[in-house]
């Protein structure tokens, strides 16, 4: 079955041996395609266009994610290891991949959402949020990406979350200008968090992160799983007490995950975030 693989180059034989699990599942079919192929592939090919967009005749990208690992294994033995030297095949091709770096930004009024094309939700990454000047004056960050829809109703209001703890874009200079909260988990690394971001814009303030919310809600509290340890260097004496009551379980738990608060706790903390300006 593997005849058109070794009639061009006897050298596959022994990766093919090595690789005989992945082999044993091709069909005839896919042998042709793999020959068909390996002769298309070159380093830096794709010049950085995606995967998806591979410049080969008569093969889908579908089928090469499908056996990449023995596709890899045998352009590696063709040209003497530069496909492992390189990282990975797509790195060998010289593709561009999806980044997972994209985080949600949400306008929170009509206002802001007419100045987004009134879109209802973004995706951005974190170098496009830096650079990009969005409107509204009012910015709530917040930790996690299910807890972004918590938030509503805030007059020139913008929501931007799911970014965990890439906050490298809040060094943003158009973000200087607005009214800044976070919400993260009150749990250590929440606290860390928040610390970050204060670092970057030093006027953000903390929403839902103090002892009232964890009294609220003490019953909900977990033990983290692992804690940061140390006190982070941006938090007001408030909140440096409360890192290490959490971190000592003074309340019985270390973590109150913000998923973890009522709805309506929710809503009257953001009316009060908003009366203060």
Not at 22 to 38: E, P, T
Not at 159 to 185: P, S, V
Not at 260 to 273: E, G, N, Q, Y
Request: glycine share 6%.
């Amino acid at each position: 079955m593997v005849a058109p693989l070794v009639a061009d180059d006897s050298a596959y034989y022994p990766i093919l041996v090595r690789n005989i699990e992945s082999v044993r599942q091709l069909d005839s079919h896919d042998v042709r395609a793999i020959a068909r192929l390996l002769p298309q592939m070159h380093q830096g090919m794709a010049k950085q266009c995606f995967p998806r967009a591979l410049p080969v005749t008569g093969i889908d990208t579908k089928f090469i994610e499908t056996h990449v690992n023995l596709i890899s294994a045998l352009l590696d033995q063709r040209d003497d290891g530069a496909v492992s030297t390189a990282g990975d095949l797509w790195n060998w091709l010289g593709t561009r991949r999806q980044t997972k770096d994209r985080i949600w930004v949400r306008p929170l009024c009509a206002q802001t959402r007419s100045a987004l094309a009134n879109l209802e939700y973004l995706q951005l990454t974190s170098d496009v949020l830096r650079d990009t000047r969005l409107p509204g004056e009012r910015v709530v960050i917040i930790e996690n990406e299910q807890s972004g829809y918590a938030v509503d109703d805030i007059p020139l209001g913008l929501a931007i979350f799911g970014a965990g703890r890439n906050l490298a874009w809040m060094r943003a200079a158009w973000l200087r200008e607005k009214k800044i909260a976070y919400w993260g988990d009150l749990d250590s690394w929440g606290f860390e968090m928040l610390s970050q971001a204060r670092g970057h814009q030093p006027h953000t303030q903390s929403l839902m992160m103090d002892r009232e919310t964890v009294l609220r809600h003490r019953e909900r509290l977990v033990d983290e799983a692992s804690t940061h340890a140390a006190i982070p260097p941006y938090l007001n004496e408030d909140e440096s007490h409360l890192f290490m009551e959490l971190r000592d379980r003074v309340y019985g738990g270390s973590r109150l995950e913000q998923e973890r608060l009522s709805a309506d706790f929710i809503r009257t903390r953001i009316v009060d975030w908003i009366s203060e300006f």
